[in-house]
């Protein structure tokens, strides 16, 4: 039995906790909700449970399809096991199909197919609300290197090609999300001199992280239902459980 540790870190939908091994740490996904900058919160009954089954599913199917990331194994309805990162402090957005925060930025409607889609770095920071940013200013800031830089582009785009794939056979558009990454400094034996450890995509893939429309009504099964009190907020996540797991 994994005995679960002092609690490390408490996030907006996340727990961190330490294991008895320093390369391994348990997330626990809570119930709460914020939107806008931590302005709005709330708590949707039963996401921490939807969300972790979810992530668990999908980093599971990523990983079949070749991009690592740092998920171990479930260990219960709210807890995965997963291997320590030291997280990147950058957002990637990957966008099919016009919405939130681009549709704002440009002013034009939510719903345009974007071909070739739309990769985006934001620098992760609450206090600016994670403003848009481009390679340079990673560089320039030494956030991450030109080769984690690349690494991660190449890895996005396969997320998405992946998940595209995956929901578009449970009637469901994958419309855009968000991924994190971070470097996993475990088993020094394995790294090469000079490596900052291995890259690995972290945080979770959920209806918190993803915007998720039915194929053909376009309703919103996703955390745009909280954001914009669209109602009905628990049974679009649950239904979104239904299709992933179900
Ligand atoms: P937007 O930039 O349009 O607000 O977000 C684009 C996509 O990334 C959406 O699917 C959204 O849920 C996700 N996303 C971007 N930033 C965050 C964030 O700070 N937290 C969460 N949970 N999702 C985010």
């Known amino acids: 039995m994994l005995k679960v540790g002092e609690k490390l870190y408490e ?3 996340k727990i961190l906790y330490a294991t008895e091994d320093p390369n391994l740490v348990v997330q626990y996904f809570k119930d709460d909700a914020t939107a806008f900058n931590a302005q709005k919160r709330g708590t949707i ?9 979810i992530s668990a599913r999908l980093f599971q199917w990523l990983e079949q399809a070749g991009i690592p990331t740092h998920f171990v194994q479930q260990l219960s309805e709210r807890e995965m096991l997963v291997k320590r990162l030291q997280i990147i402090p950058l957002e990637v957005t ?13 002013g034009i409607d939510e719903g345009l197919v974007l071909e070739p889609p739309v ?4 620098y992760k920071s609450d ?31 396969k997320v998405n090609d992946t998940l595209k794939t995956y929901f578009a056979a449970r009637r469901i558009d994958l419309v855009d ?25 972290g945080d979770e893939i959920s209806p918190d992280t993803c915007r998720f429309w039915e194929q053909g009504t376009k309703k919103k099964l996703d955390k745009d239902r909280f954001r914009r009190d669209l109602g009905d907020v628990e049974a679009a996540y649950q239904e979104m459980l239904k299709r992933v797991v179900g």
Do not use: C, Y
């Open 94 to 106: 990957m966008r099919n199909i016009t919405a939130g925060g681009m549709s704002r930025m440009l």
């Open 11 to 13: 996030g907006k939908a």
């Open 45 to 53: 009954l039963g996401k921490g449970a939807v969300n972790n089954q």
């Open 177 to 201: 999300f968000k991924l994190e990454f971070g470097r996993h400094p475990a088993d020094s034996s394995r790294l090469g001199a000079g490596r900052q450890g291995q890259l690995l995509l």
């Open 127 to 157: 206090a600016l609300g994670d403003p848009l940013i481009n390679d340079d200013h990673i560089l320039a800031l030494a956030l991450a290197t030109a080769q984690e830089l690349e690494t991660i582009r190449r890895l996005s785009s």
């Open 119 to 122: 990769f985006e770095w934001h």
